[in-house]
Nanobody, 126 residues
Framework: VQLQASGGGLVQAGDSLRVSCADSGSSLSRYVIGWFRQAPGKERGFVAAVNWSGSVTYYADSAKGRFTISRDNAKRSVYLQMKSLKPEDTAVYYC????????????????????WGQGTLVTVSS
């Protein structure tokens, strides 16, 4: 699996933005896909994850009610729709893949994920 994140940009507080994660390698459908983010000077933290079929999702408390993760296996893509963005959401957003046989959506540690995209920067101005 080879992941490529895209869709980041500069938005204002309260705006919405969708970031995407596309797979150019093997089938994405066998993997749990997670979104993580890393702000300057901070550790990489979990945002959301979706299971192989898209039927089960899990969110960090900071993302609940504002972010929605979804996937389209036919398009080999996973999306993170973000609304009501806040300046504290500013970070580089990474998508990552973990084998569904070993990982569930509630596994929030980055160490559970084996394959990472390069990240896309989201900047939210106040």
């Amino acid at each position: 699996v080879q992941l490529q994140a895209s869709g980041g940009g500069l938005v204002q507080a309260g705006d919405s933005l969708r970031v995407s994660c596309a797979d150019s390698g093997s089938s994405l459908s066998r993997y749990v896909i997670g979104w993580f983010r890393q702000a300057p000077g901070k550790e990489r933290g979990f945002v959301a994850a979706v299971n192989w079929s898209g039927s089960v999702t899990y969110y960090a408390d900071s993302a609940k009610g504002r972010f929605t993760i979804s996937r389209d296996n036919a398009k080999r893509s996973v999306y993170l729709q973000m609304k009501s963005l806040k300046p504290e959401d500013t970070a580089v957003y990474y998508c990552a893949a973990a084998d569904s046989y070993r990982t569930v959506v509630a596994d929030t540690s980055p160490l559970r994920y084996d394959h990472w995209g390069q990240g896309t920067l989201v900047t939210v101005s106040s």
